[in-house]
């Protein structure tokens, strides 16, 4: 049973259009993280949503966190070659540092 | 200051063998996770260490152990491997009683022959 469901799979755009990506769960979650991960790497964190209807922005990339903390989405603006990557989102059901529960991530390729 | 470290990088084990897998975590990190990831999957959630007892488990078998040693280093065995045990292993510290900031390592490639 896949608890966070990560859509699309695979994303393929030209630099310079924007995309979203959704992680959408029927379980509530006290956060959620999103991580970018190259190949041959770990996974390395973009940002941490706690609190619902949270919005942050790392440049172009823009983070939300649905008002029921089952959802969350990520929003490139203007993608850049370098935004290629293995998008990842995980949600923890605990604040004590407990498990994270992956989403089967969204694998985004940005042509030039 | 030094991130996840793991070793080896990669490894070529034949099926029904044993392999041991190492992670010496982050300074200041005290928690060792665990999560093995398949081929186009997200990580999947194995084991977690702190105090050196295992923590938290998820649904692998019990063929799949670990070890944490009081400098708060790792390690992940596997036994009678199975050619589905291929999977890159990743290890995460952090630090007990904080939600955020863990951090990965580059994890080890698994590949059963």
């Known amino acids: 049973t896949q608890l966070l469901e990560q859509s699309p799979q695979f994303l393929s755009i030209q630099e310079g259009e924007n995309l979203t990506v959704y992680c959408n769960s029927s379980s509530v979650f006290s956060s959620l993280q999103w991580y970018r991960q190259e190949p041959g790497e770990g996974p390395v964190l973009l940002v941490t949503v706690v609190t619902g209807g949270e919005v942050k922005k790392l440049k172009r990339l823009t983070f939300q966190f649905g008002d029921a903390r089952k959802d969350s989405s990520l929003h490139i603006t203007a993608a850049q070659p370098g935004d290629t990557g293995l998008y990842l989102c995980a949600g923890a059901r605990d604040n004590q540092g407990g498990k994270l529960i992956f989403g089967q991530g969204t694998e985004l390729s940005v042509k030039p | 200051d030094a991130g996840v470290t793991q070793s080896p990088t990669h490894l070529i084990k034949t099926r029904g063998q044993q392999v041991t897998l190492r992670c010496s975590p982050k300074s200041g990190h005290d928690t060792v996770s665990w999560y093995q990831q398949a081929l186009g999957q997200g990580p999947q959630f194995i084991f977690q260490?702190?105090?050196?007892?295992?923590?938290q488990r998820g649904n692998f078998p019990d063929r799949f152990s670990g070890h944490q040693f009081p400098n708060y280093s790792s390690e992940l065995n596997v036994n009678a491997l199975l050619l589905g045990d291929s999977a890159l292993y990743l290890c995460?510290?952090?630090?007990?009683?904080?939600?955020?900031?863990?951090?990965f390592g580059s994890g080890t490639r698994l590949t059963v022959v």
């Open positions: 260490y702190y105090e050196e007892e295992e923590r």
């Open positions: 995460a510290s952090s630090l007990a009683g904080v939600a955020y900031g863990y951090t």
